[in-house]
């Protein structure tokens, strides 16, 4: 097993300048700090967590996500478990139920098991709160960076709310209506809309008012029968797929054919999507390859003192038969 004592000597430092680097307690400067770091992950070193139960258990990180039960999440911290397992790291998970209320707490119990670092997928990262407390190494999922936490692995979804929205678009559709979850509750929804709106508004089009619910529960049970005889839309933009099945539910309770009535498309690309007949339409995003990417970041920074970078994973429009062409109509 490694000693504390190999590290120092590898690094070229004092036993206690190691054990200050490696605790993230005291200074040191950026190169001795790169050094031991780095010599601590060349040699298999893990240190062992002082906390209250921690001796000799394995280092763990942090994850914190919106919801377990969404697909897009669950594959994601599948990744981030794979790669974690192979640096010898446990993973520790807590959600946020989309309420930014709840992500203080559930942060704080992640930061009293002493990660490593911390993968965050926030409600929203311009205005969580987390991120004015002092944390570990941290990589943001999913979200954009910010001043202070530069390290992110994300998707255009601005972009791809406007491709989109041209798709529908050049198909002679011009009521359409996009459909999401809380804003407050993601900002990628957000973005999401304003591609939405940024594409309408380049054809000279007036996007419609954007009907948002609640992200957790009640899709099987949604109700359109107002805003339907409302807007008249001939195309409807779910800002994620569990959402669009709600939609084409809803839908056909209300009595129209999904595309021939109504066309539906969606964002995620989760695989019941290509399972379902017609296959929907929807941006089928790197779910996987950013989890992976989130916990190689994480674990460059935290070992070898690595610089915090943004990374943006491309996504893949996907057209299912979930719309139709209706400029000749």
């Not at 300048?17 to 307690?25: D, P």
């Not at 009535?261 to 296959?279: C, H, K, N, T, Y």
């Not at 070898?304 to 109509?329: F, K, M, Q």
Request: hydrophobic letters at 45%; proline letters at 6%.
């Amino acid at each position: 097993m490694t000693t504390l004592q190999q590290v120092a000597k590898r690094a070229g430092c004092s036993l206690a300048t190691a054990s200050r680097v490696l605790a993230r307690s005291g200074s040191a400067s950026d190169q001795m700090v790169r050094k031991v770091r780095r010599a601590a992950a060349e040699l298999g070193y893990r240190p062992v967590s002082a906390g209250p139960g921690r001796a000799g258990r394995q280092p763990i990180v942090g994850v914190l996500i919106p919801s377990i039960t969404n697909p897009v999440f669950s594959s994601s911290l599948s990744s981030i478990e794979n790669r974690m397992l192979m640096a010898g790291h446990g993973v520790l998970i807590a959600q946020s139920h989309y309420d930014p209320g709840r992500e203080v707490d559930a942060v704080e119990a992640l930061l009293n098991e002493r990660p490593t670092g911390l993968i965050l997928t926030l409600c929203n990262a311009a205005t969580s709160r987390i991120l004015g407390m002092a944390l570990p190494p941290t990589v943001l999922l999913n979200n954009r960076p910010t001043a202070d936490y530069p390290a992110a692995v994300t998707v255009a979804n601005r972009d791809a709310g406007r491709e989109l929205t041209r798709l529908l678009l050049d198909l002679g559709h011009r009521q359409i209506l996009f459909l999401s979850g809380n804003f407050a509750a993601s900002d990628r929804a957000a973005m999401r809309h304003e591609g939405y709106c940024l594409a309408m508004e380049e054809r000279g089009l007036e996007p419609l008012a954007p009907l948002q619910i609640a992200f957790v529960g009640g899709y099987d049970q949604l109700d359109l029968s107002v805003v339907l005889g409302r807007a008249s839309p001939t195309a409807i933009i779910a800002s994620n797929d569990l959402l669009a099945f709600g939609v084409i539910g809803a839908l056909r309770r209300e009595g129209f054919q999904v595309p021939r009535d109504i066309s539906v498309a969606g964002f995620d690309g989760i695989a019941i999507g290509r399972l379902m007949e017609p296959q929907l339409t929807t941006i089928e995003m790197p779910d996987a390859s950013m989890g992976a990417t989130a916990a190689s970041l994480l674990l460059d920074m935290a070992e070898n003192a690595a610089p915090a970078r943004h990374l943006e994973i491309p996504y893949l429009l996907r057209r299912g038969g979930t719309v139709r062409d209706i400029s000749a109509d």
